[in-house]
T-cell receptor, first 111, second 113 residues
Framework: EDQVTQSPEALRLQEGESSSLNCSYT??????LFWYRQDPGKGPEFLFT???AGEEKEKERLKATLTKKESFLHITAPKPEDSATYLC????????????FGTGTQLKVEL | KAGVTQTPRYLIKTRGQQVTLSCSPI?????VSWYQQTPGQGLQFLFE???????NKGNFPGRFSGRQFSNSRSEMNVSTLELGDSALYLC????????????FGPGTRLTVL
């Protein structure tokens, strides 16, 4: 069975203090790894898709990387508006579009 | 381009009742997936519909069902509601091809009393 584990569960940063979120996964043949951001009371917002080990993608202060067993979401010089829950999900072959999600990392960026 | 829309946004029901939730996907998207989100279990996959056919199903009881119409709009139904069905129900749409991105709607918050 596909499994996704995210750490830490919660993270508090000062504005400008860079850090990384971890997503470890177990899946038989990864088709894609997805990162989403979710604000309270809203649906997840798509950030990145990674398909193969060694791949990296960037968007503003965020950079996602992928290895054969885990993915990292690096946040450089975060701002308070980056506060949200970050969700990682994997997609496996034969499951249609089914995503298996981790429980997320709740990020709080303070002034 | 308009995003995924879900109606209603909030719903309060009592145990034993049934409920129908609606999802309108992004224009041109043929796949609609449904997820249940709770504080304890996180986001869990319910089922996916593609071209009016259920393509995949998660580990939920038969009380949870869905359908998709020819215009790709989808509905999910929960019969004989239980307290544990209280959750945020999220719909996501995609083109339906392999590894394409799923875009989520704002969700329907269901409270069962």
């Amino acid at each position: 069975e596909d499994q996704v584990t995210q750490s830490p569960e919660a993270l508090r940063l000062q504005e400008g203090e860079s850090s990384s979120l971890n997503c470890s996964y177990t899946v038989s043949g990864l088709r894609g790894l997805f990162w989403y951001r979710q604000d309270p009371g809203k649906g997840p917002e798509f950030l990145f898709t990674l398909y193969s080990a060694g791949e990296e993608k960037e968007k503003e202060r965020l950079k996602a990387t992928l290895t054969k067993k885990e993915s990292f979401l690096h946040i450089t010089a975060p701002k308070p508006e980056d506060s949200a829950t970050y969700l990682c999900a994997v997609q496996a072959p034969g499951g249609g579009n089914k995503l298996t999600f981790g429980t997320g990392t709740q990020l709080k960026v303070e002034l | 381009k308009a995003g995924v829309t879900q109606t209603p946004r909030y719903l309060i029901k009592t145990r034993g009742q049934q409920v129908t939730l609606s999802c309108s996907p992004i224009s041109g998207h043929r796949s609609v997936s449904w997820y249940q989100q709770t504080p304890g279990q996180g986001l869990q996959f319910l089922f996916e519909y593609f071209s009016e056919t259920q393509r995949n199903k998660g580990n939920f009881p038969g009380r949870f069902s869905g359908r998709q119409f020819s215009n790709s709009r989808s509905e999910m139904n929960v019969s004989t509601l239980e307290l544990g069905d209280s959750a945020l129900y999220l719909c996501a749409s995609s083109l339906g091809t392999r590894t394409d991105t799923q875009y989520f709607g704002p969700g329907t918050r269901l409270t069962v009393l």
